[in-house]
């Protein structure tokens, strides 16, 4: 599997990061012997394995839905870096 | 009294629970170190003033009977705390003040421990050097220029110097043991689901465990109790019962069989790891253990595993970096994709950044199956191979990591090289087992090097044991001169 420029490009477009033009060459240099490192694994035949989905033995626990944090809306929006009383703001969605 | 910021955590709460020093004191002395850490850099947040606070108000009326009374200790920067700023080594969270306390720190916190800074880490714990934490390089005490290791360089850093009596880290790959074999220091990953993930950054959330960074085996089992526990709020933390690794600690090893995968033994590895490995080999074998060859077949194929598991997790676990509700947001950008786009652009890092490709890639459609799928067959088989052979042996015996501290930008251009550090620590993380590095050695250089014990889950007592029981017979002395002081 070769990476080249578009690939890198359309990648980078579905991960929502802008790529710096001067450092596609590189990028795509490290990312081609990054995947040629990981594609050892094809040497391994794995026809009848199963893929690993979980590390622990049990299922995942489920809990009650209930509300034990919460009336914290002030000190969360602390955090945003833009915020008009309640709300987050966000750049113009709809003309 | 000698220099109380050399001595171990254990030895420091004995003289507080003997009444002999106060926490005070012990703070301050500790604090004294922090102001030399200008060169070392193992700290992106200084709390001294709210623990000198805290070490006061606990000697007006001292509780004893918790697990770390009056202790000042520092935690990697990727451990949330309320109300005070959690960086995960990133721009992105450059501002981020949590309004809620990670689990494990809370647990610290209510053992009678409280905070003494925020210390320095690879930008998302994505590293093995330190050196892509957006807060600058983190030297190693061991020498200049050199190295600490990473992700959690700046706790190995920061507990080697006498910054802090004990530490807490977070290992993926290998995370807290190389830099614990790095710094001549003992780390300990815990079987995955034992320490709650809750309120901790997330990098890879099948792989994250925190685990303890302390000078002594002795402390490593203390903190590990006080870290230790069942947690409603993490999902896959494992509902078992409290244990008192401290307590039961022993160094009565007799009969315990410890294996030896041929595997571990790679090209070009210095003949000092060997001779280090062969040293392990015999001082478990005079304490009464018997020493067996063992197979773990599928051990060249954990690294391109984890290259690809890791990275499919972070691009998920970080795709919530936008901008919008907490973290750094661009200022560039004429809509709302554009402001994603330059916001993500502008705050990851370089290192980060390829990882999140790696990891879209690997997930995107057309080659899932290709990649994701085949790496988690292969991660089942990497499983096995530790199945199969606890079926026989008690602990692995293994090198921490192939080689010892390198200068800073060495690896810096060459990716797989430093991904390379990780070969011995990161089948750990795929089978979700535990794993010690204790300090073993020394290369050339006199740089320390680490050996590493591996265990069946759930099996620390085990593994601490025979730890402690090594660690006795090796008698490892850090012999720092403290240059950074000058």
Redesign the interface.
């Known amino acids: 599997m070769s990476i080249d420029k578009d ?2 490009k359309h ?2 477009k ?7 033009e001067k ?1 596609i060459d590189s ?1 795509t240099k ?2 081609s ?3 040629k ?6 040497e ?1 035949k ?1 026809d009848n ?8 033995d ?1 299922p ?2 489920l ?1 009650k839905d209930e509300i034990n ?1 919460g009336k ?1 809306r002030e ?2 929006l ?5 915020k008009n009383e309640e709300f ?1 703001v ?4 709809i003309e | 009294m000698p220099d109380i910021t050399k001595k171990s955590l254990t030895e420091i709460i004995s003289l507080i629970k003997k009444k002999e020093v106060k926490s005070e004191e012990i703070t301050q002395s500790f604090i004294k170190n922090i102001d030399s850490d200008k060169k070392l850099n193992s700290f992106i947040t200084n709390c001294s003033e709210q623990a000198l606070e805290k070490a006061k108000n606990f000697d007006k009326n001292p509780n004893l009977q918790t697990l770390l009374p009056g202790v000042p200790l520092a935690v990697k920067d990727l451990f949330c705390t309320e109300g005070v700023k959690t960086t995960a080594g990133s721009k992105m969270l450059e501002n981020f003040i949590p309004n809620y306390e990670s689990t494990i720190t809370k647990n610290l916190w209510n053992e009678g421990a409280f905070l003494l800074g925020k210390l320095n880490c690879d930008e998302y714990a994505m590293g093995s050097s330190n050196e892509t934490s957006y807060y600058g390089n983190v030297m190693n005490p061991i020498a200049e220029n050199t190295v600490p290791g990473g992700s959690s360089g700046g706790s190995a850093s920061a507990l080697a110097a006498d910054l802090t009596p004990t530490t807490i880290g977070t290992d993926t790959g290998g995370s807290i043991r190389q830099p614990a074999s790095f710094t001549g220091t003992v780390g300990l990953k815990p079987t995955y689901g034992l320490c709650s993930r809750w309120g901790i950054v997330a990098f890879a959330s099948s792989l994250d465990q925190a685990g303890p960074m302390t000078k002594t085996v002795e402390d490593c089992a203390l903190m590990l109790e006080a870290m230790a526990g069942f947690d409603e709020k993490d999902s896959t933390s494992i509902n078992k019962k409290k244990e008192n690794y401290s307590k039961k600690l022993t160094d009565n090893i007799k009969g315990l069989k410890i294996g030896i995968p041929k595997e571990y033994r790679v090209d070009g590895m210095p003949k000092e790891i060997d001779q280090l490995w062969e040293n392990g080999k015999k001082i478990l074998k005079d304490s009464g253990a018997e020493i067996i060859d063992i197979s773990l077949p599928n051990t060249k194929y954990a690294l391109p595993t984890y290259y690809i598991v890791a990275p499919a997790e972070a691009s998920s676990n970080l795709a919530r970096y936008d901008g919008v509700k907490y973290g750094f947001r661009s200022s560039k950008g004429k809509n709302l994709i554009e402001m994603y786009e330059n916001t993500r652009s502008e705050g990851f890092g370089d290192e980060v950044k390829r990882r999140i490709l790696i990891g879209t890639y690997v997930l995107s459609s057309g080659y899932y199956d290709a990649y994701y799928i085949k790496a988690q067959k292969v991660r089942q088989l990497i499983k096995n191979d530790f199945d199969q052979s606890f079926k026989k042996v008690d602990a692995i015996l293994t090198p921490s990591t192939p080689s010892a501290a390198f200068k800073i930008g060495e690896k810096k251009d060459d990716p797989i090289s430093m991904y390379l550090n990780d070969i011995f620590t990161v089948p750990v993380n795929l089978a979700g087992i535990p794993a010690i590095s204790i300090p073993a050695g020394t290369d050339s250089n006199n740089y320390p090097l680490g050996l590493q014990l591996i265990g069946k889950p759930l099996d620390e007592q085990k593994l601490l044991n025979i730890a402690y029981a090594a660690e006795k017979k090796i008698n490892f002395k850090q012999n720092l001169q403290r240059w950074w002081e000058k």
């Open positions: 690939k890198i990648i980078s579905l991960a929502r990061i802008s790529v710096d450092k990028l490290d990312l012997s990054i995947f490192f990981i594609e050892k694994l094809n391994l794995t394995i199963e893929p690993l989905s979980s590390i622990l049990e995942l626990r809990r944090d914290i000190k969360i602390e955090n945003s870096p833009q987050f966000v750049p113009k969605v």
